[in-house]
């Protein structure tokens, strides 16, 4: 990685493919196959097209449109060898079966637009060619000062932001480790990787300090870290990290400390060109969910004239005792970065939408045309495909509501989008992690019940689930039992095999529950009432006793 912005050699700032995937971000672009030109420059971009003859070269990025089968791309990666090109963009799923030889192959996300795709190519040819004749962006002065960081102490430099995000790096990363290094691809600390740095308290010790801490390396063959945070007054703005094999002397630590001020305020600066713009769509969404914009307002949004629905998405609540504010706090940073990689991902795949980050929560209006059979679904399948391509983006959950014919109906649905990701969040909610309002109902009611128990004072066991518990304690064997087979909706054999026993020592078991408790199995309502009641119990106590609110 000798390439990278802020070189001052003549020619330094060529683009590459794998640089082109590092700059984008994998929730558009990742590379399936290095091949043998990922780290060969490029200087344009040719669109193929079935039938077209345009030549390439080496130094060609070529955008596979209209390839769809295995067939189309074999011929094509044929051309592109005779050719001497070694870069192709494709789109996913890429057919089985292929070889790609020597060309490098780069996937595109399904959804994304070839048009925005060609665009961020060009731009990034275009960055790359003005940084290696002048450096006066914010960006290339950060790369700039991670270079004179690594040139002074020999240590590859990652400059993050106070979201883990990656913001600029330092040449010499070849002499890192594997972390580093799909950190730098990935734009983005791994969330493995930063579950583990909040564990060991890292964070907690670096906004406690003000000089550079050395942080001692705790996998093989992974290098140690110094870092320091960077501030703005008392406020942290992000961090430098410099990888290296040994603690730095104090001479050494005072000097890396010098470097934070300067950092400090090209991110400060790097965060107002980029938030003004993005509050201003920040705030016009908010309006249109909370229902208080006009049409006029409304329509800058650009959404299209509908259907629309509604994203809510948020980390899944960790257990009640698990629960601390430094947890609260790591919540708080994984929504921004979430919104951050949320809002270039749409910008690509699907442009006619907004984001806006809320309480506890990033919302997103999804407008559609009116030729699109099943807005919901197709809006759920974009927040699938959003999920499973990012790497940033574990135990989110995602809760979707539409469609609606006009924006004044979006109110309503953000309200149902609300209720169902609360619902989901809830600890014991263990299913799939983007669900639409109609699949998260049974939830949604399940909570409002449990709501009810506790604001009319009801005793959360009646009658004869009341009497059974007082016969056997909690957690009893007959408990167990019914719960089973109500869960089967009164098969014997499935409820036998779920509790792994014989079905006759059920019916014994059912038989018992009725004298005990006086409990009727041939009454509807009285087996939906205590099965409500289990349901309810069992969601109570794996909140931990409490009021079991999944509050954002």
């Not at 292929?98 to 961020?120: L, P």
């Not at 300067?262 to 600066?269: G, P, Q």
């Not at 095999?497 to 059912?510: D, E, F, I, K, S």
């Amino acid at each position: 990685m000798a390439d990278q912005r802020g070189n001052a050699e003549p020619g330094a700032q060529r683009l590459t493919a794998r640089q082109l995937v590092a700059s984008v971000g994998p929730a558009l672009l990742r590379i399936v196959h290095a091949g043998g030109f990922a780290d060969a420059p490029l200087s344009e971009v040719v669109l193929h097209a079935p039938g077209a003859s345009e030549p390439v070269d080496a130094e060609s990025i070529v955008l596979g449109l209209g390839v769809h089968t295995a067939e189309e791309l074999s011929a094509l990666l044929q051309s592109l060898d005779a050719g001497g090109a070694g870069v192709l963009l494709v789109k996913g799923p890429r057919p089985a079966g292929v070889d790609f030889g020597r060309t490098t192959v780069v996937e595109v996300a399904a959804e994304a637009s070839w048009m925005h795709v060609a665009t961020t190519v060009r731009e990034q040819l275009l960055d790359y060619a003005r940084a290696s004749i002048r450096t006066d962006g914010v960006q290339s002065e950060l790369f700039a000062i991670a270079n004179a960081i690594y040139a002074e102490f020999a240590a590859p430099v990652t400059i993050e932001d106070r979201f883990s995000a990656l913001v600029a790096w330092s040449a010499g990363q070849e002499r890192s480790d594997a972390e580093r290094i799909d950190t730098i691809l990935g734009r983005a600390v791994d969330q493995e990787t930063l579950l583990g740095q909040r564990q060991r308290g890292e964070f907690e010790r670096l906004h406690a300090a003000e000089e550079p801490i050395y942080m001692p390396a705790l996998i093989p063959d992974h290098l140690a870290r110094v870092a320091v945070a960077v501030r703005a007054g008392t406020e942290v703005l992000g961090y430098i990290w410099a990888a290296t094999s040994a603690p730095f002397t104090p001479e050494q630590t005072a000097r890396f400390a010098e470097f934070a001020p300067s950092v400090a305020l090209r991110l400060a600066a790097l965060r107002t060109e980029s938030n003004y713009a993005r509050k201003q769509r920040g705030d016009l969404t908010a309006a249109v969910l909370s229902g208080s914009a006009g049409h006029a307002e409304a329509s800058r949004l650009r959404l299209g004239a509908g259907p629309y629905c509604v994203i809510a998405a948020a980390p899944r609540l960790p257990e009640a005792s698990e629960r601390t504010a430094a947890s609260d706090a790591a919540t708080v940073a994984d929504l921004q970065r979430f919104a951050e990689t949320l809002d270039y991902y749409l910008t690509a795949v699907h442009p006619s939408s907004s984001f806006v980050v809320g309480t506890g929560a990033v919302y997103a209006i999804v407008g559609w045309s009116a030729s699109t059979g099943d807005p919901v679904a197709e809006t759920a399948r974009l927040a699938q495909g959003f999920l499973s391509r990012t790497p940033l983006t574990k135990h989110f959950i995602v809760a979707v509501s539409g469609p609606a014919e006009t924006l004044g109906e979006l109110a309503q649905l953000r309200a149902q989008a609300d209720v169902s990701l609360r619902a989901l969040r809830h600890p014991a909610d263990r299913g799939p992690a983007v669900r639409t309002v109609d699949e998260a109902a049974l939830a949604v009611m399940l909570l409002h019940l449990s709501d009810a128990v506790d604001e009319l004072g009801l005793p959360l066991l009646s009658g004869p689930l009341a009497r059974l518990r007082a016969h056997e304690g909690e957690d009893g064997l007959l408990t167990a039992s019914l719960t089973a087979y109500l869960d089967a909706a009164g098969s014997v054999d499935a409820a036998a095999q779920a509790l792994h026993v014989h079905p006759n020592t059920l019916r014994y078991r059912l038989r018992r529950i009725r004298e005990i408790s006086g409990l009727e199995l041939s009454d509807a309502d009285s087996l939906l009432l205590a099965h409500l009641q289990l349901r309810v119990s069992a969601l109570r106590a794996h909140a931990g006793g409490a009021r079991g609110r999944a509050e954002r």
